[in-house]
């Protein structure tokens, strides 16, 4: 089994989108941990706000087989893929760890550059997984936040609970 860790966010129909998404990866591969849903502004484009958080679960897919899984949910809650990168979404799953797999291609991004370079990411990721440690820095994501200069950057926590939804 491999320990994946998922980035969740919407802007689209927020609250309906994330619980979904949350329900469907429970579905898909039982026993999920989920960050608190944090809040924050569009980024790199005009929009609603998002709601973040980070979902962790184990699984026994391969990456090829995982990454499918994940666009099968995005696409159920009517994600469509574009060429085009800061837009509305109605539920995004980014792969931000499998396991400590390293691989930079044009197909995989991993350990995913947005846990460096987002608040949004980063936060919710040391909430549930900060003794883990970056694959490539080797420092816990705990520390990495604490270390993050995250003036730029505004999140905080969202009135949206997963408490008794999922």
């Known amino acids: 089994m491999t320990r994946v860790y998922v980035g969740i966010g919407s802007n689209i129909d927020r609250d309906t989108n994330i619980k979904g998404g949350i329900v469907a990866l429970k579905k898909q591969f039982g026993d999920v941990i989920v960050s608190r849903i944090y809040e924050s502004p569009a980024f790199g484009f005009e929009g609603d706000n998002f709601y ?3 979902a ?4 026994s897919y391969s990456l090829n087989e995982l990454a499918e899984k994940l666009r099968a949910i995005e696409y159920f809650f009517g994600r469509k893929r574009l060429a085009k990168r800061f837009l509305p979404r109605t539920l995004d799953i980014d792969l931000l760890l499998f396991g400590n797999m390293v691989c930079h291609d044009d197909q995989y991004d991993l350990p995913r550059d947005d846990i460096l370079r987002y608040a949004f990411v980063l936060c919710p990721l040391a909430e549930i997984a900060g003794q ?8 816990s994501y705990s520390e990495l936040w604490s270390n993050f200069d995250n003036n730029e950057q505004q999140i905080w926590p969202s009135s949206l609970t997963l408490t008794g939804h999922v």
């Open 52 to 54: 973040n958080l980070v």
């Open 56 to 59: 962790g679960f184990d699984t």
């Open 132 to 139: 883990e440690r970056h694959p490539e820095l080797g420092e």
